[in-house]
């Protein structure tokens, strides 16, 4: 098993920055993919960003793109999310996950094994 622990929400004003951080414990050699996502109040969960802990493919969702970096430091087995630029509609608890190396696509949250608590971010406008 992996346990997923995310740290880092909090409440901060349009255009205020925040980094999020997803500490990865246990059986982490069977996590090959790091993902964010995030889910508002009466919304689907929404992708965010991914990639391997190789640092070799990410990817972002479109309405983040330009404002918020995925990164990791792999001696800490912790994920980051830098998130920029933060907007209303960002609002919402973000969640870090954990692919295997079978994951068919990033962005889909059931290829996802692992979870975390997920944090709360909410932007005040």
């Known amino acids: 098993q992996v346990r997923l622990v995310e740290s880092g929400g909090g409440l901060v004003q349009a255009g205020d920055s925040l980094r999020l951080s997803c500490a990865a414990s246990g059986r982490t050699g069977s996590s090959y993919v790091m993902g964010w996502f995030r889910q508002a109040p009466g919304k689907e969960r929404e992708f965010v960003a991914a990639m391997t802990w190789t640092g070799g493919t990410i990817n972002y969702g479109d309405s983040v793109k330009g404002r918020f970096t995925i990164s990791r430091d792999n001696s800490k087995n912790t994920a980051y999310l830098q998130m920029n630029s933060l907007k209303f509609e960002d609002t919402a608890v973000y969640y870090c996950?954990?692919?295997?190396?079978?994951?068919?696509?990033?962005?889909?949250?059931?290829?996802?094994?692992?979870w975390g608590q997920g944090t709360q971010v909410t932007v005040s406008s």
């Open positions: 996950a954990g692919a295997g190396i079978d994951y068919r696509s990033m962005s889909r949250p059931a290829d996802y094994s692992y």
